[in-house]
């Protein structure tokens, strides 16, 4: 709902509209420039709750105090930038365990299936884990608080949370711009998903023989392929399938060919936008119950099939090689930076989600033990997943005599490729077959789901007036991002969505991080922030998380944003190499969200009143603080200020 910026010079301090214990909530000397420093509140906030189909609603209401006591001595107490007004409500998640299963289910996605399991075999196995422990504490925890904390207290999306440092609100509408550009590829995967769900319920798959309509005379029945592998001129049904059957590239001679979308997908794809939509046309009251489904089912899906897979013929191999520890490959740096890439993506940090999410949260809620806790199951589920996809990559290993680096893959082609032949040669596998893309259905739709949010929220929060059309919003948004994602459900459109998956969401979002992890640290200030979350959970971040803050994680994302540009490769999908311009195609689209930083930036620079000075002040000055500059008070003109920690 509408939540109003604390007007500059309102004569009345106002407290947060939060359910907190009584000594929690700290009156704001948010009062003129002529009394801010001596007179303390006049009203404060009687706090309302009420509860409508499982969701409660803060509601606040302004009343004359007898006597309130003083609370802390910071300049404006606990409404530092969030406070409503009088009558002003915004939704909180039903249940607590709501908020926590849509942050796991957003942050558990697929890649936790096809990439981590993958990476840390082809970087030395156990030893991986070493590099990946080291840059999950120094900087995907600290990222991942952030983030929640950021949220919470400023009770708004990616982009309305930039009061606390105006300059800086481009930055949230280039983390929106992301979720946005992802959705238009990240839903196809799930609409291929759903399209193999289908496919699977008969009793022969239809990617175990090469006498269908799609194959070509170079596919080598599964069961005596034994040397297909090695033979580059050989192809298996399954992956004849999944290029022939599903995506019909043969009918493409590139992205400049990309034909008219094919019906069969495009029905699968507006299934997968139908659900999203009815997911989260009534925001968390429906999102948070669709994840009680979306979160859990994956993790009793993945035990199923491990407890399968663990009794399969050369599945204890496939484990043995994901865990055999070779620390000697800690010396390659491409370790240490294929470590880091995993961190800044697994954890959905930069995308606004966990800002939208947290946003919905009580005021009191603590986003720190949900950090701990999130983060900590994202990573165990990864390191889970890989004893699963092992375990039948031992066995196709096994099965056909080949070495299991030739089996072992990533991305898309180990899930709708050589998992799908695995599955194949197991009695009853229509039924094995079903399960597992059921699993992924759960995995890709609460991370779309989350990404979905991400826009909504962000844009809602920022154009009050959506507020009251959030159903018709809400359409608008699912509708837009099928009829872009409709490129990639065309014979050529495999090249659509590589070129996608390769632009929109790489350096752009390390690059957004970087400059969110700049402008709360460096000129919000890590000391006001830190201040923040002591009102919030009543407890203040220990010096090893204000370290982190304002010194690791920048350096951190700093060396990440130069790594991609210094170690960028034009994207690919197999032999097939993208003329220029489709890679500039792909650039502009990447810069397109970043420039949103500088592009606000100079706005918000060109549109405040008074000389540079005086709009740099403005510009960097949370909104509830202007009144300070009016008197000439700017505190981030102080060396005082970029020291402290």
């Known amino acids: 709902m509408e939540q109003p910026m604390l007007k500059a010079r309102s004569p009345v301090g106002q407290m947060c509209s939060v359910v907190a214990p009584a000594s929690a909530k700290q009156p704001s000397s948010a009062s003129s420039p002529s009394t801010s420093n001596t007179i303390g509140p006049k009203e404060v906030e009687l706090i309302l709750v009420k509860e409508h189909n499982g969701v409660q609603f803060t509601t606040s209401t302004l009343v004359s105090p007898a006597g309130h006591p003083h609370g802390h001595g910071h300049a404006l107490g606990p409404s530092h930038g969030h406070t409503p007004v009088p009558g002003e409500e915004r939704e909180t998640w039903g249940k607590k365990i709501d908020f926590l299963l849509s942050v796991i289910g957003f942050a558990v996605d697929l890649a936790n299936v096809w990439r981590f399991p993958y990476l840390c075999y082809k970087n030395g196995g156990g030893a991986f884990l070493v590099p990946y422990m080291f840059f999950m504490v120094i900087a995907g925890m600290p990222l991942f608080y952030m983030e929640l904390a950021l949220g919470q207290y400023n009770r708004e999306g990616a982009a309305g949370v930039w009061k606390i440092c105006p300059i800086f609100k481009g930055v949230g509408f280039t983390v929106i711009l992301i979720s946005l550009y992802v959705g238009f590829y990240y839903n196809v995967i799930i609409a291929w998903a759903l399209f193999y769900l289908f496919s699977s319920f008969t009793g022969d798959l239809p990617w175990v023989h090469c006498n269908n309509t799609w194959n070509s005379p170079n596919c080598s029945d599964i069961w005596a392929f034994n040397n297909s592998l090695n033979d580059t001129h050989k192809s298996t049904p399954a992956a004849e399938y999944f290029e022939r059957g599903v995506l019909h590239l043969q009918d493409s001679e590139g992205i400049a060919d990309l034909g008219l979308p094919r019906w069969q997908l495009t029905s699968c794809l507006a299934v997968v936008i139908v659900v999203l939509y009815f997911s989260l046309w009534k925001g968390v009251k429906t999102s948070g119950k669709v994840v009680w489904i979306t979160a859990t089912m994956p993790y009793v899906v993945l035990t199923v099939l491990l407890l399968r897979g663990v009794t399969l013929p050369g599945a204890m191999d496939g484990i043995k090689a994901y865990l055999s520890v070779d620390f000697r490959r800690l010396c390659e740096p491409q370790v240490w930076i294929d470590a880091a890439t995993q961190i800044c993506f697994s954890l959905g940090v930069g995308f606004g989600v966990l800002i939208a999410f947290s946003s919905y949260n009580k005021f009191s809620n603590n986003c720190y033990r949900d950090a701990i806790i999130t983060s900590s199951i994202n990573s165990l589920t990864s390191f889970f997943s890989g004893f699963v996809i092992f375990s039948f990559l031992g066995y196709m290993s096994h099965k056909h005599s080949v070495p299991l680096d030739k089996v072992a893959t990533d991305g898309p082609g180990l899930v709708f490729i050589i998992y799908p032949e695995a599955i194949a040669t197991l009695p009853g596998s229509s039924v094995w077959a079903v399960i597992f893309f059921i699993m992924l259905l759960t995995l890709g739709i609460d991370s779309a789901m989350g990404g979905m949010e991400s826009v909504i929220t962000g844009l809602m929060d920022e154009f009050k007036f959506l507020h009251k059309h959030r159903e018709l919003f809400t359409l608008f948004i699912v509708v837009s991002t099928f009829l872009i994602s409709l490129f990639c459900v065309t014979n050529g459109g495999i090249y659509v969505f590589t070129l996608l998956d390769h632009f929109a969401a790489g350096t752009s979002i390390l690059f957004g991080v970087l400059i969110e992890a700049i402008g709360i640290a460096w000129f919000y200030g890590v000391d006001r922030f830190s201040d923040d979350i002591e009102e919030m959970i ?75 000075c005086d709009r740099l002040a403005y510009a960097i000055t949370p909104e509830h603080e202007h009144h300070l500059v009016d008197n000439g008070e700017v505190r981030r003109f102080t060396l005082q200020h970029w020291m402290v920690i």
Do not use: E
């Open 538 to 612: 009543g407890q203040r971040p220990s010096l090893y998380w204000r370290l982190c803050w304002k010194f690791v994680s920048p350096c951190f994302l700093l060396f990440m944003v130069v790594v991609s540009f210094v170690t960028f490769n034009p994207p690919n999908y197999g032999t097939y190499t993208f003329p220029i311009w489709a890679n500039m195609i792909g650039w502009c689209l990447a810069i397109s969200s970043m420039t949103m930083v500088p592009l606000y930036a100079i706005y918000k620079m060109c549109t405040l009143p008074g000389k540079f």
